[in-house]
């Protein structure tokens, strides 16, 4: 599975943007798909996942704000973000396993394999 994340750049607070995340060699209706973020000098962290059934997760840092979604004839997942906030800045990464339950999410990093090269996201105050 290959993985091609899109989508970032600079907005102001309150603003919106949607990434995108374009996978290859499986179609995304058969993974669960995951979007991380890492701030400078912080930790990646869990953003939003959504499990091969549809089931979705989100971290409460970005729930109301934020939607996961998948277009199964783009073969490519996305991460809608309005009411942006500074503390969003990060370089955001898709993520994919061939693992998880039909409606169970996957939060950990350590769960998938597959990962795309990451989208930077600037929103500025």
């Known amino acids: 599975v290959q993985l091609q994340a899109s989508g970032g750049g600079l907005v102001q607070a309150g603003g919106s943007l949607r990434l995108s995340c374009a996978a290859s060699?499986?179609?995304?209706?058969?993974?669960?798909m995951g979007w991380f973020r890492q701030a400078p000098g912080k930790e990646r962290e869990f953003v939003t996942a959504?499990?091969?059934?549809?089931?979705?997760s989100y971290a409460d840092s970005v729930k109301g704000r934020f939607t996961i979604s998948r277009d199964n004839a783009k073969n490519t997942a996305y991460l809608q973000m309005n009411s942006l906030k500074p503390e969003d800045t990060a370089v955001y990464y898709c993520?994919?396993?061939?693992?998880?339950?039909?409606?169970?999410?996957?939060?950990?990093?350590?769960?998938?394999?597959?990962w795309g090269q990451g989208t930077l996201v600037t929103v500025s105050s």
């Open positions: 060699g499986r179609i995304v209706s058969s993974l669960s």
């Open positions: 959504i499990s091969r059934g549809g089931a979705t």
């Open positions: 993520a994919a396993s061939e693992g998880g339950g039909l409606y169970y999410t996957l939060v950990r990093a350590s769960e998938y394999p597959y």
